[in-house]
């Protein structure tokens, strides 16, 4: 497992070094993505209106026309000037170039300057032919490089001069260096007009540009070549813009009208921008909602984000880095355990990150960039997927390669024993000839590493279902499962007899077996069940704290009791209480005990009050109760109150049949669609669980967990605790260690009873059927030679054991015959032959069978 997590977030680490590795390389590529992903952010977000303080006057392709043509005489310039300063503009700008004096209308040129002059703030713009970034210079703004700027007359009447350059990508510059002089772009100039601010309010720091506006500073973010990046409110729709011919139009109907009477013009105190929209004659940008936008657009959107505060601000790389990383761990860990879970969880994660990234921009207006991340998040989860792959299919290939060695060996063995016992038998045909011991005793070994095989072979083959059930069915009582017909149903419909009544009940059974299950099972089959059901382990409790647990106390009654609190009687009112371990109590508190026994009435410790409750008392001990009470360790009184019924639950070694229903129902209830292996199937069964249904509940979880974390859907020896992994391929076969352990004994007289012992308390009788089983079978694959089986069955050529085994099979051959009678017909005898029968394992009853009839048939007797 350790292994695992290892290579796992090696596989993440390594998947995040890739994607910073490919981000940078392609880095052009990730930022079209970036790009393309902020594009849907503002198709999502949608249109918003543009400041109403910031208007675009524009001459159109019919306006030009109906002026007689471009380019346009600059007296219209001058008339168009003139009417916004007569309404109120507090500030024009020119998105147009006059770069050059027109030589045919000087005199148009001369009135253009003067009016230009005279309204005292406008601003006319210029551009550079192209920037220099010089790495090495001291201001992030770069230098201009060949400016084209309005012919000296005009630029001497404006207020000042500014640039209309766009960046890359729609970004803008704020200033660009002419020499000595920083000329500001027009949207910031403009907007310094239009606000009525001095250049002094204007101050540059790093890559910071700063407008101390009433009192306030408005903070203007530029990246590292001095660029805003503009965040577009909308297309051409969301601008403000007039024809400049329809504005004349209205102007001379405002002007003409009573002043007195007349009202404020709609231009009054609006930033202008004064530019030409026409094909062919101006610049159009592409947006993310617009292809074909104006580029005074984009100067009108720079003045309405620095108004807004929403010029787009971008994390440095370091923090994308960052992110990267951070994001990459995570989905490195949250797909540690279930593939499934991990892949939706970083799916989740995938999400989240776009939903974040989209906040950001929309409340903040910061650019996440987060298609590294989002391509990290991609490298790890394909990543990590054919890493579980790659595992799985290695581990498959490790336990394919596992099974195919084991079934080829058993397949060697099993010729290999073919071949001996073709050889012994043909040694039989000589009656005369004694079998050879050493070849006995080497068909035995091949037999015992065969079984072993097999069991191997076993292990690595799932089961269909779980253990093997048997006849009858699966039974549920309250969270009670038995079989239909076993030992536990008879348990089970008693208890169905007495839940409904009121009496008191004393469970019995060992520890593990499920006592408060089926204190639970009573009540929740009783009139009781809408009430409480409280359980107190009166063992793992001292005489005074049970008191007080059971009965309750009073505020002060001992140290530390700074409240008053109902014990457990109380709470249990009108419903049912059950005593475990009750037999632990010590006399004392037994009295009081009988008291609510009898009457239903308590005081609490350290009170006076004498409190009544309606409780079912049900109690329950691993103890042997009657002994307890002979010993006068056990109240008898108290005994007789709790004894009404008895209950006695019978240990899991008992219920046998119950053990595949078990199994299944706890696979259910921790993982769906765990089997097991039909050697962990066949050990379940055959084990003692001295620690009851509780033992077989914690092996369960065990194996489980391992087995899980093998990536397996069965569960193997290997994933069983340590007690069962060693012995589980040596104990499978009880008839052999039955043969085995006698062997060992020299078959003594005790030899049936020792070996009883040593297999955990095993019936004696048990143990001599299981070896009169063995010898029946023996005898049948030795061809009716007592000589051969006697060699066989012995596993030695020592006279003197043998002398004992050939007594114990002569006894049980003669026994076997002895209604053998030729005047009948076989089917009589073996009718007759059937108490012969009664405790011989059901494997061996075919050789009882073959003994039978072969000694009818005259193939053997005992009397040649």
């Not at 030992?487 to 009940?505: Q, R």
């Not at 005994?639 to 639950?649: G, I, P, Q």
Request: charged share 20%; aromatic share 8%.
């Amino acid at each position: 497992m350790k292994n695992f997590l290892s290579r796992h977030f090696f596989v993440g680490v390594a998947a995040i070094v890739v994607a910073l590795i490919i981000s940078h390389l392609a880095s052009d590529m990730f930022s079209g993505a970036n790009s393309a992903l902020l594009k849907q952010y503002y198709r999502v977000r949608g249109e918003q209106p543009l400041d109403s303080s910031i208007v675009i006057l524009y001459f159109g392709n019919e306006d030009i026309a109906a002026l007689g043509g471009y380019p346009l005489k600059r007296n219209y310039y001058a008339l168009l000037v003139s009417a916004l300063h007569e309404v109120g503009a507090s500030a024009i700008g020119f998105d147009i170039a006059f770069i050059n004096p027109d030589r045919e209308h000087p005199e148009f040129d001369e009135v253009f300057a003067t009016v230009v002059k005279s309204s005292g703030n406008v601003v006319m713009s210029g551009y550079f032919a192209s920037f220099e970034n010089d790495a090495q210079r001291s201001s992030p703004f770069p230098n201009g490089i060949k400016p084209e700027l309005p012919f000296p007359q005009l630029r001497s009447g404006a207020v000042s001069i500014a640039h209309t350059n766009l960046g890359e990508q729609n970004t803008l510059p704020m200033f660009i260096h002419n020499g000595t002089e920083a000329i500001p772009a027009l949207s910031l100039e403009l907007l310094r007009v239009g606000l009525k601010l001095n250049k002094e309010d204007v101050t540059v720091r790093d890559a910071t540009v700063s407008l101390l506006m009433k009192g306030t500073t408005r903070t203007v973010l530029c990246n590292d070549e001095g660029e805003i990046l503009l965040n577009y409110s909308g297309g051409t729709k969301s601008l403000h813009t007039i024809s400049a011919l329809n504005f004349l139009q209205d102007f001379d109907e405002w002007k003409s009208a009573d002043g007195q009477t007349r009202p404020p013009h709609p231009l009054q105190e609006k930033i202008v921008i004064v530019g030409i929209i026409a094909e062919g004659k101006s610049t159009f940008v592409q947006t993310p909602f617009d292809s074909q936008f104006p580029s005074i657009g984009i100067h009108a959107m720079a003045m309405h984000n620095i108004l807004s505060g929403t010029t787009l601000s971008q994390s440095p790389a370091l923090v994308e880095f960052s992110i990267v990383v951070l994001l990459g761990l995570l989905a490195t860990w949250l797909m540690r355990k279930n593939v499934l879970t991990g892949l939706v969880s970083v799916i989740v994660l995938f999400a989240l990150l776009i939903v974040l990234s989209y906040i950001s921009f929309v409340s903040f207006s910061h650019v996440l960039p987060v298609t590294t991340s989002l391509f990290a998040l991609i490298l790890i989860a394909v990543g990590l997927m054919l890493q579980k792959q790659f595992q799985v299919q290695s581990k498959l290939t490790a336990f394919e390669i596992e099974k195919i060695n084991a079934e080829r060996i058993l397949q060697e063995k099993e010729q290999h024993l073919t071949n001996l016992e073709a050889k012994l038998k043909s040694s039989l045909h000589e009656q005369s000839q004694q079998p050879s011991v050493a070849l006995l005793q080497e068909i035995n070994k091949y037999k015992e590493e065969i079984g072993k095989l097999q069991s191997q072979v076993a292990d690595l083959n799932p089961t269909t279902g779980t253990v093997e059930q048997g006849e009858g069915t699966a039974e549920n009582f309250h969270g009670i499962v038995y079989h239909s017909s076993g030992t536990m149903a008879e348990v089970v419909n008693f208890l169905k007899k007495i839940a409904t009544t009121d009496a008191s009940i004393l469970i019995l059974g060992e520890s593990g077996t499920g006592k408060e299950m089926v204190a639970n099972a009573i009540h929740l089959a009783s009139n009781r069940k809408d009430s409480a059901f409280v359980a107190v382990n009166c063992g793992a409790l001292t005489e005074t704290l049970l008191e007080s647990e059971l009965f309750g106390h009073e505020k002060g009654a001992f140290t530390g009791a700074v409240k008053e609190k109902a014990g457990r009687f109380e709470l249990a009112n009108e419903g049912t209480i059950f005593l475990d371990e009750i037999a632990e109590t010590s006399e004392a508190f037994q009295v009081k005990l009988l008291r609510v026994l009898q009457e239903g009435t308590f005081e609490r410790v350290g009170g006076t009050q004498t409190r009544k409750v309606n409780v079912r008392v049900i109690a329950a001990t691993n103890r042997d109760i009657k002994q307890e009470v002979k010993d006068k360790r056990f109240r008898e009184d108290l005994f007789y109150r709790l004894n009404v019924f008895t209950v006695t639950l019978p240990a899991l070694r008992e219920r046998q049949t119950d053990i595949p229903f078990l199994v299944e129902h706890f696979l259910k209830s921790d993982a769906s669609g765990m089997t097991l292996s039909a050697t962990v199937s066949k050990i379940l069964l055959q084990h003692e669980w001295k620690g009851n249904v509780r033992e077989l509940q914690s092996v369960i979880k065990h194996a489980i967990v391992l087995a899980q974390a093998d990536g397996r859907s069965f569960i193997r020896v290997k994933d069983l605790p340590k007690e069962f992994a060693d012995t589980s391929f040596s104990t499978l076969d009880i008839e052999e260690q039955i043969l085995e352990l006698l062997r060992s004994k020299q078959f003594s007289r005790s030899a049936i009873s020792e070996t009883a012992d040593e297999l955990g308390g095993m019936n004696r009788g048990t143990v001599a059927e299981y070896f009169r089983g063995t010898c029946f079978k023996v005898f049948c694959e030795s061809n009716w030679n007592i000589e051969s089986a006697v060699a066989i069955i012995s596993g030695t050529d020592d006279k003197v054991i043998q002398e004992k085994v050939r007594k114990k099979l002569v006894e049980y051959l003669s026994n076997a015959v002895e209604l053998v009678d030729s005047t009948k017909t076989i089917e009589e005898i073996l009718s007759q032959s059937k108490p012969k029968y009664k405790n011989l394992p059901q494997r061996h009853h075919q050789f009882l069978d073959l003994v039978i009839t072969s000694n009818y048939q005259g193939k053997w007797n005992l009397l040649t």
